[in-house]
């Protein structure tokens, strides 16, 4: 069965789909996911699956590269995390070209159990909507981690978040972009240590 008649054909994913995110809970859970669907060649065709090494796998890319340069995680927290994940992905190292190219990661994502939460999410949301990335607005490295993060860039991501609320608050930007950009922020924060709350009398966001 063909994804783009769960999804739309012109279905565009982001690094962060709320109809994943209310499902899975974890933010670093959702953006790995997101991450390996932005990936996942012909997404709203059907899904290919290819063998090698005697296993089946419909996706593969330097895993170092998607931790390390993507989303700015040690090795160990991607992995554990992807094991959370094994419902919707698998994975196993080796070497492309059956063994006479570079070292590669091949990944298995279940499409139906990933089809069947993008459903589930989109029904507890009450949404009857596409989500789709904001236009010229790429958020290019939404989860980057630094436990040696000064205060400074601490204050910044947490007036960025305040600019973010403020345009939300006019109308300039509805929930699901304010989403987009906000989760990974609090996340980058929540790394570093750094709780937040929404001050209900300011409407501003401060630290704990």
């Known amino acids: 069965m063909k994804l783009?008649?769960?999804?739309?054909?012109?279905?565009?994913f982001t690094p962060y789909i709320p109809e994943i995110a209310v499902m899975l809970k974890d933010p670093l859970q959702t953006l790995i996911l997101c991450n390996l669907l932005n990936k996942l060649p012909d997404f709203n065709k059907e899904a290919k699956?290819?063998?090698?090494?005697?296993?089946?796998?419909?996706?593969?890319?330097?895993?170092?590269?998607?931790f390390g340069k993507e989303l700015g995680v040690p090795k160990t927290t991607f992995e554990d995390n992807?094991?959370?994940?094994?419902?919707?992905?698998?994975?196993?190292g080796g070497t492309d070209n059956?063994?006479?190219?570079?070292?590669?990661?091949?990944?298995?994502?279940?499409?139906?159990?990933?089809?069947?939460?993008?459903?589930?999410g989109k029904k507890l949301l009450g949404k009857n909507t596409k989500v789709v990335q904001p236009e010229g607005k790429a958020y290019k490295?939404?989860?980057?981690?630094?436990?040696?993060?000064?205060?400074?860039?601490?204050?910044?991501?947490?007036?960025?978040?305040?600019?973010?609320q403020a345009k939300r608050d006019r109308n300039e930007i509805d929930k699901n972009e304010f989403n987009y950009y906000f989760q990974p922020l609090k996340m980058k924060?929540?790394?570093?240590?750094?709780?937040?709350?929404?001050?209900?009398?300011?409407n501003l966001w401060e630290k704990n």
């Open 82 to 92: 992807l094991k959370l994940l094994s419902d919707y992905v698998s994975y196993f």
């Open 98 to 120: 059956n063994g006479s190219g570079y070292p590669t990661t091949f990944y298995l994502l279940n499409v139906e159990a990933i089809k069947k939460l993008f459903n589930e």
């Open 189 to 202: 924060l929540g790394e570093n240590n750094v709780s937040i709350k929404l001050n209900k009398n300011t």
């Open 49 to 66: 699956t290819m063998q090698v090494y005697g296993k089946s796998y419909n996706l593969k890319r330097n895993q170092s590269s998607i």
């Open 141 to 164: 490295k939404p989860y980057q981690s630094s436990k040696n993060s000064s205060l400074a860039n601490i204050d910044n991501d947490l007036n960025r978040i305040n600019e973010l």
């Open 4 to 12: 783009k008649e769960y999804l739309g054909s012109e279905y565009t």
